[in-house]
């Protein structure tokens, strides 16, 4: 069948085929974990999968350990941790028992694992017990750190050493391979009493678990069909049989037959050809071979440079099969323009965890950020006892940090991630002593990471570049407009004005005197390409631009001008930047949407970090490329300081866009602990952009299928600045009586989108993965 090849005869479809029906329905919940002490004791499958069921450090995680979990002062408590069999959760003991969801934690889940007293808690809280013991789980998202302290410190290690090999593992494995071992997990879960065989009954808790509601006859036909033994049991080879039936994509297959012809297996010449019709860039048959070379399974088919279905699935749930083009993955701008002509990723009241009005303030909030490629942070400094200042929300009841210890997360964790330069935006309410604390605790903490006087001499009002800057940090602040003499004399830069100017120098100098009341030398010499200014107006002004001022504007007030200054406002930040920061009124920490600050060039769009939502989905989207360094290249009608460019009439439309929603793939179900309970999903397309292109449209709802829902609907779009577009795919549980649930989201700028038949890889609220949960979509994107 490999060698011998007969071509079917064929024409190329103007418009994707909309898929067959698809068979049965699955979704991906949590498995929870035995109760405390549990004997029975899936088998060992996934982990076999993962190649590290030998592992000595995976052994003793599954044997499990008693940490003492840290919180405060006094409360340590002692809590068994086991690794479940799945390879990809941990069962955790409460002293209360909860719902088995509420018992466990999800290796995808977690940010960062830190040894020794490397987080806030333990290095308040950890005193009593030795570094070597001890060790902080960092999660994505809202989650609160897990301090933990071993009873050794090899067993501790061997904590520390088998998460990192475990999600190294995870971060390796295939779509196929997730898909298969999450699969697996539910079967071992549903097989009620461990004996490896499968009754019906055992098989439809399986399809409940994975968001399947069956009609029972299909079911059991489905059943039969696989029971060759006539027993009703499957076991071993029957149970695969059954598994390879429910998870077939017979949309995936369609498209396959149709470019493969009567021989079922794609030549290179066959691929390339998918590849052309996809609007893959460099198409060619060199490529072709190579990813018959990278993803086919059989090694027959691959030595006669053939592709199989196995195949051709896996590349498509690959990441050249993605919806975001991997090349956009790593850094791949110039990052040699000057910083006002980069969006950067911005954050607002770094250090609250939650609310502004009585939340907790935490270093670990500057870590999260820097996580998350945040490359602006703000620092909201308050006098504070002892001469040191302290870090909160001030006249309200959120806790206080001290300063010193903001700078030192800083400098350990800034680089982390991006090696681009980081914005401390200071919010300065510090007497002169207490600045010159601020000041010293730069210098010394940050050392050579702090940039303190102009790189370029000759030109100390230009703006380096973010490349110019890896890996140093910049303040932003208050800059005395004069300097001192030896007696303390302000002195003018300013030459004589002219006479018709005299007014508005006069209160130029009342500023400049207020100023050198209130702003300490040693802060003021910090503030080198980021000096704080008001911005009064927009008229063009009678001297030069000057790059190094930062206008900080409030939500409303950039509205105002985005409405009123339009180009103006584009123009200003092309030259300079602006910092755009929430409404103070927003008490809960609540978001604005950042995507009208971007229309306009604004570069600094501050959010609130610690707050879910479609905001920080579209910040991520935004900063999604580029290597997730935090800074991402403006379109060119951003950053030319003539463009003509104005967010508010931005032209007729430019360009189409049509996404044909064709299927999903095990959909997450929202409720673990109702087994009943199934999702009825709907696709929403939003689109992000300046006001004439913002527009959301959807699919109908389908009832009762969480694992393979079919839509073959068509949504169009037409855009008129699509540099500025963001396209967020939304994934939502339909109700009738209420509000629709949220279930996993994706959101990516158009310029990033590829077009053709394209898996869409869904996240959580939090940004976590929902592997193996994906959309399957047709792109198309024509330019007029």
């Known amino acids: 069948m490999l060698c011998g090849r007969w071509r079917s005869s064929r024409r190329r479809p103007e418009e994707p085929p909309v898929p067959a029906q698809v068979a049965a329905p699955v979704a991906l919940p949590s498995p929870p974990a035995p109760p405390d002490g549990g004997t029975k004791r899936p088998g060992l499958r996934a982990?076999?999968?993962?190649?590290?069921?030998?592992?000595?450090?995976?052994?003793?995680?599954?044997?499990?350990?008693?940490?003492?979990?840290?919180?405060?002062?006094?409360?340590?408590?002692?809590?068994?941790?086991?690794?479940?069999?799945?390879?990809?959760?941990?069962?955790?003991?409460?002293?209360?028992?909860?719902?088995?969801?509420?018992?466990?934690?999800?290796?995808?889940?977690?940010?960062?694992?830190?040894?020794?007293?490397?987080?806030?808690?333990?290095?308040?809280?950890?005193?009593?017990?030795?570094?070597?013991?001890?060790?902080?789980?960092?999660?994505?998202?809202?989650?609160?750190?897990?301090?933990?302290?071993?009873p050794t410190a090899e067993e501790a290690q061997r904590w520390v050493r088998g998460l990192a090999k475990l999600r190294a593992r995870l971060d390796a494995m295939t779509q196929r391979e997730r898909l298969d071992h999450w699969i697996h997990t539910y079967l071992h879960r549903?097989?009620?009493?461990?004996?490896?065989?499968?009754?019906?009954?055992?098989?439809?808790?399986?399809?409940?678990?994975?968001?399947?509601?069956?009609?029972?006859?299909?079911?059991?036909?489905?059943?039969?069909?696989?029971?060759?033994?006539?027993?009703?049991?499957?076991?071993?080879?029957?149970?695969?049989e059954f598994l390879r039936r429910l998870l077939k994509r017979p949309e995936l297959e369609e498209i396959f037959y149709k470019y493969s012809g009567e021989d079922h297996v794609l030549s290179a010449p066959e691929l390339r050809e998918f590849l052309e019709d996809q609007g893959e860039d460099g198409a060619t048959?060199?490529?072709?071979?190579?990813?018959?070379?990278?993803?086919?399974?059989?090694?027959?088919?691959?030595?006669?440079?053939?592709?199989?279905?196995?195949?051709?699935?896996?590349?498509?749930?690959?990441?050249?099969?993605?919806?975001?083009?991997?090349?956009?993955?790593?850094?791949?701008?110039?990052?040699?323009?000057?910083?006002?002509?980069?969006?950067?990723?911005?954050s607002h009241n770094t250090y609250l965890t939650d609310s502004q009005i009585g939340g907790p303030s935490s270093t670990e909030a500057y870590v999260r950020a820097f996580a998350q490629g945040c490359r602006c942070v703000e620092l909201d400094c308050w006098e504070g006892p002892g001469g040191e200042p302290v870090i909160y929300h001030g006249h309200t009841l959120t806790s206080k940090i001290l300063f010193r210890d903001v700078v030192q997360a800083v400098r350990d964790h800034a680089f982390t991630l991006s090696p681009y330069p980081v914005i401390l935006s200071l919010e300065n309410h510090c007497g002169l002593e207490q600045q010159a604390a601020m000041a010293r605790h730069l210098r010394t903490i940050l050392g050579d990471m702090l940039v303190t006087q102009a790189l370029d001499s000759q030109n100390p009002e230009e703006l380096p570049s973010?490349?110019?800057?890896?890996?140093?940090?910049?303040?932003?602040?208050?800059?005395?407009?004069?300097?001192?003499?030896?007696?303390?004399?302000?002195?003018?830069?300013?030459?004589?004005?002219?006479?018709e100017e005299e007014e508005e120098e006069e209160v130029e100098a009342a500023e400049q005197r207020r100023l050198a009341k209130q702003i300490s030398p040693e802060l003021s010499a910090l503030a080198v390409y980021c000096c704080a200014t008001r911005l009064r107006n927009l008229r063009p002004a009678p001297t030069l631009p000057q790059p190094c001022q930062v206008s900080s504007l409030s939500e409303r007030k950039a509205k105002k001008l985005i409405r009123e200054a339009g180009n103006s406002f584009v123009r200003h930040n092309a030259r300079q930047l602006t910092r755009v920061y929430p409404l103070g009124l927003r008490m809960n920490s609540a978001n604005y949407s950042p995507q009208e600050m971007w229309n306009s060039g604004c570069q600094l769009v501050a959010l609130n970090f610690q707050t879910p939502g479609y905001e920080m989905d579209l910040n991520a989207g935004r900063f999604l490329i580029n290597g997730q360094c935090g800074y991402v290249l403006k379109p060119a009608c951003l950053r030319q300081p003539d463009t003509t460019f104005d967010p508010e009439c931005p032209g007729p439309p430019r360009t189409t866009l049509t996404i044909q929603v064709l299927t999903a793939q095990q959909l997450p179900k929202l409720?673990?602990?109702?087994?009943?309970?199934?999702?009825?999903?709907?696709?929403?397309?939003?689109?992000?952009?300046?006001?004439?292109?913002?527009?959301?449209?959807?699919?109908?709802?389908?009832?009762?299928?969480?694992?393979?829902?079919?839509?073959?609907?068509?949504?169009?779009?037409?855009?008129?600045?699509?540099?500025?577009?963001?396209?967020?795919?939304?994934?939502?549980?339909?109700?009738?009586?209420?509000?629709?649930?949220?279930?996993?989201?994706?959101?990516?700028p158009l310029n990033s989108l590829k077009q053709g038949y394209r898996h869409i890889h869904l996240l959580s609220k939090d940004g976590a993965s929902l592997s193996p949960a994906t959309l399957f979509v047709h792109i198309r994107i024509q330019c007029s």
Request: net charge neutral; with cysteine; charged share 30%.
């Open 466 to 499: 973010p490349e110019q800057l890896k890996g140093r940090v910049l303040v932003k602040g208050k800059k005395l407009p004069a300097v001192r003499s030896e007696d303390g004399r302000i002195l003018s830069d300013r030459e004589e004005e002219e006479e």
């Open 190 to 240: 549903a097989d009620s009493d461990q004996d490896s065989k499968m009754s019906f009954k055992e098989i439809k808790s399986l399809l409940r678990m994975v968001n399947v509601d069956m009609n029972d006859m299909y079911a059991y036909r489905l059943f039969k069909e696989c029971d060759h033994s006539n027993n009703e049991r499957l076991e071993g080879t029957e149970i695969e």
């Open 285 to 346: 048959l060199a490529h072709a071979q190579h990813l018959i070379q990278t993803y086919e399974l059989n090694e027959t088919a691959k030595q006669h440079e053939l592709m199989t279905l196995d195949g051709f699935m896996m590349y498509l749930l690959s990441p050249n099969g993605a919806a975001l083009d991997p090349a956009h993955m790593c850094v791949f701008q110039d990052m040699d323009q000057p910083l006002a002509h980069y969006f950067i990723s911005s």
């Open 671 to 748: 409720n673990a602990e109702k087994p009943n309970s199934i999702v009825d999903p709907l696709v929403r397309v939003e689109i992000h952009g300046v006001p004439a292109d913002c527009a959301r449209k959807e699919t109908n709802y389908v009832l009762n299928n969480g694992f393979n829902p079919r839509w073959g609907q068509t949504l169009q779009f037409q855009l008129r600045a699509p540099e500025l577009v963001l396209v967020r795919f939304v994934v939502e549980d339909y109700d009738t009586t209420s509000p629709n649930d949220f279930v996993g989201q994706f959101t990516l």
């Open 47 to 150: 982990l076999k999968k993962m190649g590290l069921t030998e592992d000595e450090d995976v052994r003793a995680m599954l044997r499990g350990s008693r940490f003492r979990k840290i919180r405060s002062r006094t409360w340590h408590k002692e809590r068994l941790y086991r690794l479940q069999e799945d390879g990809l959760s941990v069962w955790f003991q409460r002293r209360i028992p909860r719902a088995p969801s509420q018992h466990i934690f999800f290796l995808q889940h977690i940010e960062a694992v830190r040894e020794g007293h490397q987080s806030e808690g333990l290095r308040r809280f950890g005193g009593a017990f030795a570094p070597a013991r001890c060790l902080t789980i960092a999660f994505r998202g809202r989650r609160k750190n897990l301090d933990l302290a071993a």
